[in-house]
């Protein structure tokens, strides 16, 4: 069933967080697509906000991987492709070990390692529509 959450101001974005993660309600990868400037950072730095991480969160744009903690133990892994320039890059850092561990895992510019991704990965679209308006669909 493919599901539709919008986003009209930035002030919305934690409520939306909200709403996206109570659809799921477990840890699990999430590859998020859309142009650049969309908003998927955005959206994911309101997502780890409202599952608890209290530390600064940012694009892993140059460091391909970032790591946050959101309780004991738990962990959310925010992953961004944009920079890759071969699949080897992805091999190379050991993907595999994080999309094996259950955890958020966090994605961003999948297409480019769209072959690796596991079959259970929830894919989310992020479009901009009228008046700015961020439109995620998913499911």
Known sequence: MIKELEIAELSQRHKVA???LKSYNK???????GE???GKTTFIQALCQELGVIEP???PTFSIVNEYHYSTNCKIY?????RINSIEEVFD???EEYFAEDNYIFIEWPELIENLLPENTI???ISIGKDNVRKLTFG
């Open 18 to 20: 909200g709403l996206f």
């Open 57 to 59: 969160v940012s694009s």
């Open 27 to 33: 840890p699990g990868i999430f590859a998020f697509y």
């Open 123 to 125: 894919r989310v679209s």
């Open 78 to 82: 925010h992953f961004d492709f944009y």
């Open 93 to 95: 850092f050991g993907y």
């Open 36 to 38: 650049m400037g969309v």
